[in-house]
């Protein structure tokens, strides 16, 4: 049931792709993204950042009149220890909390959480295989795969089609399975199907008060992924002479 729902999926994004060739490319789309509060995760990622850092501007300020206060003290008297404790306590908490939220809103953005989902590159690549027989070129992209530690689902000759078995990729809030599937026409077609993994604890998403995992279809992979995915399978298909179109 899965790899049918995966090939109906493919079929469609196959058929908005032919479809429209006004698209932008995969390099130009990549460097049109926009910013976008609208994705579920970037609400998650910005309001950890907001909070950490108001602990910033809080202990940062509170820091600086320590500091003014430790100024007007004697040297080793009991208000300039208690005074030099309170700034360094301040200082300390300050600098994590900065740290903290440049690594949230650095590691969402770097995720693809803050960008808009139809902009991401579409999860499509395209190859000239020259005067190979088809048959071949079906042979070597499926041994391609193989060298690259996927496991073939379908392998159809007669249509000149391979799918392989799902794999699950994840970050620390999103989780995705994905499948690739790869066509030999006139040309190579990579194409790939997603799902995100999503955990809810709501009465409606559970079980017994457990937690469910629903799992979403996803049209675009966020790009760090996508170059994870295409970037060894490119290699691989141009050290056999292929080239992308």
Known sequence: MYTLFCAQ????QKVLINKNNLLLD???S?????LTLSNPDSKIFFGLFLLTLSSYLYHNQKALLSKASLNNQTLGSPGYNS?????ENAKNISDISLG???MTVSYGILSGAFFERSNLPRMFRQYHYFDIPKDDALVKCKNILLTLGYEI???SPESHFITTKKIRVGRVLRKYD???YLEVSDRIEIHLSSERNIFNRGSESTIGGKKMVIQQVETFLPNSIQKNIFDPIHKKLLENTFKQI
Do not use: A, M, Q, R
Not at 30 to 34: A, I, M, P, R, V
């Open 9 to 12: 999926i493919l079929f469609s």
């Open 26 to 28: 995969d390099e130009k």
């Open 30 to 34: 990549s460097k049109t993204l926009n």
């Open 83 to 87: 005074h030099l404790n309170s700034y």
């Open 100 to 102: 903290v939220s440049l």
């Open 153 to 155: 689902d379908i392998y």
């Open 178 to 180: 994905y499948v690739v």
